[in-house]
């Protein structure tokens, strides 16, 4: 069983930025593909971004592109997730996913419990 623990998550004002962490118990972490999601109340869960196994090659959701950077570190067991220019909209539950291969498949096997960000207007 693989544990993924998101923190970094708060309350901020429009315009701030925070940088979340996802810590993976996974003995092949830095084989695999890691994802950002994210979910508003009432709405569904939405894709942030993507990482391949070696931090190489990236993807993110259009409505994050230029203000979020997805990293990892491979030798902590930590991917990132860099937020800028916070807005209203990106308020959401964050979490942290692995996908099932090196490179992006967009399919998941373990997720963590999620960290709140709140960003007030």
């Known amino acids: 069983q693989v544990q993924l623990v998101e923190s970094g998550g708060g309350l901020v004002q429009t315009g701030d930025s925070l940088k979340l962490s996802c810590a993976s118990s996974d003995p092949i972490f830095g084989s695999s593909a890691m994802a950002w999601f994210r979910q508003a109340p009432g709405k569904e ?6 990482i391949n196994f070696s931090g190489g090659l990236t993807a993110y959701a259009d409505s994050v592109q230029s203000r979020f950077i997805i990293s990892r570190d491979n030798a902590k067991n930590t991917m990132y997730l ?8 990106d308020t959401a539950r964050y ?8 490179h992006p498949t967009y399919e998941y096997d373990y997720w963590g419990q999620g960290t709140q960000v709140t960003v007030s207007s």
């Open 82 to 89: 860099q937020m800028d220019g916070l807005q209203p909209e």
């Open 95 to 102: 979490y942290c996913a692995r996908d099932r291969g090196s």
């Open 45 to 50: 869960r939405e894709f942030v971004a993507t």
